[in-house]
């Protein structure tokens, strides 16, 4: 089981970004995803997730109107679309699995397989 997030680089503030996360190994239709992201010095934390189905979607508040989360289960690949990016959404952008029976949706405690991350830098 694997994940792996690409997508990040180098933009500048009220730029744009879109993260894939492709899945391998193993079949993630029926699986809630999230996305983390950690900057240096501070915990991980969440931005947003994704039902099973795509018809369910949450988003950390500071990020609610410029990111939008999606999935094509055909591709089993989630992507995370971020739009007006302030520096301050400078992180490492990590995809997970929700586990199951996990009764959360929004803390690290309640995913696993993360991928390796991907770097986003947004300049002033």
């Known amino acids: 089981v694997q994940l792996q997030a690409s997508g990040g680089g180098l933009v500048q503030a009220g730029g744009s970004l879109r993260l894939p996360c492709a899945a391998s190994g193993r079949t993630f239709s029926s699986y809630v995803m999230g996305w983390f992201r950690q900057a240096p010095g501070k915990e991980r934390e969440f931005v947003s997730a994704i039902s099973w189905s795509g018809g369910r979607v949450y988003y950390e508040d500071s990020v609610k109107g410029r990111f939008t989360i999606s999935r094509d289960n055909a591709k089993n690949t989630v992507y995370l679309q971020m739009n007006s990016l302030k520096p301050e959404d400078t992180a490492v952008y990590y995809c997970?699995?929700?586990?199951?029976?996990?009764?959360?949706?929004?803390?690290?405690?309640?995913?696993?397989?993360w991928g390796q991350g991907t770097q986003v830098t947004v300049s002033s």
């Open positions: 997970a699995v929700h586990k199951d029976g996990a009764y959360g949706y929004t803390r690290p405690a309640d995913y696993e397989h």
